[in-house]
Structure formats: structure tokens, C-alpha cells
């Protein structure tokens, strides 16, 4: 049996804000679901994937409707060695079963990658596929060119890396026990005495580390596209509450001290619910209404975060991405300027997009209507999004096809 142990409970700072990096959408799709649907149609027959603690409703989220095989998560340590030792722990699988390793910030492992790993394990206790170096290798010295350092017999090593399950267990088992440190489980490996056989890496098997490698797959993604047809749609929204009795606001996610409160059935945050209604307008799948009828009693003040989730999810659901989104809050009081940057934050966060694609603005109506009689506060708010689509449809014969091509009117 081919198992495959998926390491997602970092915290991938070095991919900017935006959250851990294996949650963000990348081409529309959280990264851990493509990585977990490449290693599934690549053979793998039961996978595990270890998380962190305050990941579980992210995760959730990231594997809803997979068609893989996935055991349930197990909690990560505090390193990426110790939450590879606690996922094999919780794995228990036979002691001869192949195990590979993977992370979970590579979503393009292929079947051939995958399936060299595992053939090696035939032979040789570990594998672990690798690229040649190309670029010369040079020391940094304070800035400055310092030394050439030889590059023959030196190559990059990837994962998913393989293992026979007792063996790797039991080397990270010592490593733990002893205290040895290493960057990968290939040397763990060898720190145990086992022989690690090399295999073909993949130039395309990038690690998704820097926001640099974030654009690099999403351009990847776009050229190696099944269609290249890519169509794009706006959607707009607007809400509007009253002012009822109580103490603050919530609007756009952030909770502002006020004189009085929403008269509304949910928490009453008019952003969130304009936007919620742009997005589902622009997948003309309803509105918020349709999806979180204010009729049934589990709404009754829900937090609003939960209606513009389903929103963006309905989004990766059809393979697409928010562009960007634009909100604008109409009232008198209270002052939206100050917490702007906030609300961007958090309509980010639960969007999942970048912050320079969200824009919340206020403006007044000069007093007039209810908004300037101070009687209650509206929202209008538009969202782009990219959704793939099928090419349009030939209807031409050959002849009229082949006129076309060689710039025969018609």
C-alpha cells in the first residue's frame, strides 16, 4: 500500500501576509487541495496530512467535497521534524508499507515523479528525486562575489521523498531521542544507516515559498491551462439597516463603538452582506437571501463572516478567482476612516486574497435621505472575478475553417 504523508502545519511567513501559504487559492484552488489531488491521481492510497492546531476549520474548508483518500488530520509539533515524527506516529501503518513524504506547499508533483519515488522503494530502503545544479555557485563575502564552490555531484533534492514505514519511523524516533536536527528526511534517513537512492525531480515541482513563486504558478497555471479561455465577470451588491438600540457596529468585520447597534436578523453588517451579494451576482447563483434565508432561526445574529466564506468558496468551487473588490459604505456616522485598513484586512482574510485587491471607501449623501438624517447606514459593493470557461463553439466546416486560416473572406 502507497501512503503519503502531507506536512501542512507551517506558518509560511515568507510568503507574505495572507495567512498560512498552503490555504491561500492559487488559481482559484487552495494549494493543500491541489497538492492532495495531485498525490491522489498519482497513485496515493491513503494520505494524512498533519496541520496545526488553529488550522482545523481552514483545513476543513481546503479538502470539502475532495474525491481523495484522506485519513483524518493529525496535529503538528513546533518543528517541521517533529510534526513529520507525529504524523508518522498517528499513521500506523504496516512496517514494510511505503510511505512518501511531501509538502504540502507543492502542489505539482506528477504521477511520473510520484511514481519513480515509489518504484525505487522496490530496491533501496529511501528515495528522494533531485535536480541537477545549473547556475554557478558562488560564496557570498558582505556583500560582494567571494569564492566559486565546485558544483559537480551537487543537486537540489525535492519531495515527496519515499520510505518504507518502520524505518523512517524509527529514524526520526532516534532523532528525537538524540537531539540531531535536519533539513529534510532524506538525512534523517542517512543519519540511520539507510541508503537513499536518487531519482528525476521535476523542474515544475516548485516549492511555493516567496511571493515571487506565488506569480510564477500563477502564470504557470495560466499557460498550461487545458483551454486558455479564461471569461470575466463583475457582480455588484447593496444592503442597507437601520440603527436600532445598542452600543457599537459592525461593519466590514470590524466591531466599532457607537451610540447605537443594527436593527437586523444577522449581525447586521451591511460591507459584508453588499459584498456577499456582488460576488454571488457575479456567479449569478442568487443572492445572500437565497443562500441564508433570514427566515431560518440559525441565522439569527450570525456573523457575517460565514455568508461572504460561502461566497468566496462558491468561487473556487467553479475553478475561478476574485480579481478584486470595492465597498463602498454610505453614511454619516460612524466615521469609517479610521478602521478602513482593517476592514480591508479582515475582508482579505476571509476572501483569501491579496490586500491591494481590496477596497473599502465612505462617502456621505450630504445629509440627505435616511443615511443623513443619521436613521441607519447602506453598503454598495462590486466584485471581479476570473472563471474558466469552455471555447466558444465552431460551427464552421473544414472548407469555411481552412478560408478563414488563409484569409479567404467570407
Not at 114 to 139: E, F, K, Q
Not at 150 to 156: G, W
Not at 239 to 261: E, K, Y
Request: hydrophobic letters at 45%; charged letters at 25%; one cysteine or more.
Amino acid at each position: 500500500m502507497l501512503h503519503a504523508l502531507v506536512v501542512a502545519a507551517g506558518r509560511g511567513t515568507r510568503a507574505g501576509p495572507g495567512g498560512p501559504k498552503q490555504y491561500r487559492r492559487l488559481g482559484g484552488v487552495p494549494v493543500l487541495r491541489r497538492t492532495l489531488a495531485a498525490l491522489a491521481a498519482a497513485g496515493a492510497e491513503r494520505i494524512a496530512v498533519v496541520i496545526h492546531v488553529d488550522d482545523v476549520a481552514a483545513y476543513a474548508e481546503a479538502v470539502a467535497g475532495l474525491d481523495a483518500p484522506l485519513a483524518p488530520p493529525v496535529a503538528g509539533g513546533a518543528t517541521r521534524q517533529e510534526s513529520v515524527r507525529l504524523g508518522l506516529e498517528a499513521l500506523a501503518a504496516a512496517p514494510d508499507a511505503r510511505v512518501l513524504i511531501h509538502d504540502a506547499a507543492r502542489p505539482f508533483a506528477t504521477p511520473r515523479l510520484v511514481g519513480d519515488v515509489a518504484a525505487a522503494l522496490d530496491a533501496h530502503p529511501a528515495a528522494c528525486p533531485v535536480l541537477p545544479l545549473v547556475d554557478t555557485l558562488r560564496r557570498d563575502s558582505d556583500g560582494f562575489a567571494g569564492e566559486l564552490l565546485p558544483r559537480d555531484r551537487l543537486v537540489r533534492a525535492q519531495t515527496p521523498q519515499g520510505f518504507r514505514y518502520a524505518a523512517i519511523l524509527d529514524a526520526h524516533r532516534r532523532a528525537a531521542e538524540t537531539g540531531l536536527e535536519a533539513t529534510d528526511d532524506a538525512e534523517l534517513a542517512r543519519a540511520a544507516g539507510l541508503a537513499v537512492a536518487l531519482t528525476p525531480g521535476d523542474p515544475a515541482n516548485i516549492k511555493l515559498t516567496t511571493p515571487e513563486d506565488f506569480m510564477r504558478a500563477e502564470a504557470d497555471l495560466a499557460r498550461s491551462a487545458p483551454t486558455a479561455h479564461t471569461e470575466y465577470r463583475s457582480g455588484s451588491g447593496f444592503d442597507v439597516h437601520a440603527f436600532g438600540p445598542g452600543d457599537q457596529v459592525t461593519i466590514c468585520g470590524v466591531s466599532i463603538p457607537f451610540d447605537r447597534g443594527f436593527l437586523a436578523h444577522s449581525d447586521g453588517d451591511v460591507g459584508m452582506h453588499a459584498l456577499t451579494d456582488a460576488i454571488f451576482g457575479a456567479l449569478a447563483e442568487g443572492d445572500i437571501g437565497r443562500w441564508f434565508p433570514p427566515s431560518d432561526p440559525q441565522w439569527k445574529g450570525a456573523d457575517s463572516a460565514i455568508f461572504l466564506a460561502k461566497a468566496a468558496e462558491r468561487v473556487a468551487a467553479r475553478g475561478g478567482r476574485i480579481v478584486n473588490v470595492d465597498v463602498t459604505l454610505i453614511c454619516e456616522a460612524p466615521k469609517i476612516g479610521p478602521h478602513s485598513d482593517l476592514m480591508r484586512r479582515r475582508l482579505a482574510e476571509i476572501l483569501r486574497i491579496d490586500l491591494g485587491r481590496v477596497s473599502v471607501k465612505a462617502t456621505t449623501t450630504e445629509r440627505l435621505g435616511f443615511p443623513g438624517r443619521g436613521e441607519g447606514i447602506a453598503a454598495q459593493a462590486a466584485a471581479s472575478l476570473a472563471l474558466p470557461c469552455a471555447p466558444p463553439a465552431d460551427d464552421r466546416s473544414d472548407d469555411e475553417r481552412a478560408d478563414a486560416m488563409n484569409g479567404v473572406p467570407t
